[in-house]
């Protein structure tokens, strides 16, 4: 009856965890295992169905996604959804940063020709160097965060937007 956001704030307002999706934890539809609430892969916006539902069956039939290589290689998913997953929080499971993931994700669509079987083995060595040298721990802001929440659901899971401006009342 009321728009997503609302019964996720709700939840949170009576005690509950809100888990953000995951491409090895969530299945399509939302899931709840007291005291905690795990978002479906549905609330991604801009992913199609039948995307979310490929993830879901492929890590049901062949296990636990290990990388974001082994996610797009398997799924087939496109670099604009992949980078929607990584934005709100999907691939966070993977063990790396955001932006680590973001820029992963870039050397895997835009660095292609470079792992592909039929080039020369000496690109496999340049793709791992280069995978290195983006590893980063810094993490989005609070705020960047919320916005790619808003972005990718229509609401902010991780903080409450008055969480931005309680200090000016403080």
């Not at 899931?31 to 995307?51: C, D, H, Q, S, W």
């Not at 470079?114 to 793709?127: H, N, T």
Request: glycine share 6%; with cysteine; net charge neutral.
């Amino acid at each position: 009856f009321y728009a997503a956001g609302v019964y996720i704030n709700e939840a949170k307002r009576m005690g509950l965890t809100v888990l953000l999706p995951c491409i090895n934890k969530s299945n399509y539809r939302y899931e709840g295992n007291f005291p905690e609430i795990r978002i479906g892969l549905m609330a991604i916006k801009n992913v199609e169905k039948e995307t979310l539902l490929r993830i879901v069956e492929e890590r049901r039939e062949y296990g636990k996604y290990r990388s974001l290589t082994d996610f797009v290689l398997r799924t087939k998913t496109t670099y604009e959804r992949t980078k929607t997953l990584i934005k709100c929080g999907a691939m966070d499971c993977l063990g790396k940063t955001r932006p680590t993931l973001m820029r992963l994700a870039d050397i895997h669509f835009h660095h292609k020709r470079m792992c592909d079987s039929a080039a020369p083995s000496f690109f496999g060595e340049e793709i791992l160097a280069l995978e290195d040298k983006v590893e980063t721990k810094l993490q989005y802001s609070p705020s960047e965060i919320c916005a790619y929440e808003y972005e990718c659901f229509g609401f902010s899971v991780t903080y409450h937007p008055i969480e931005f401006i309680q200090d000016i009342y403080n």
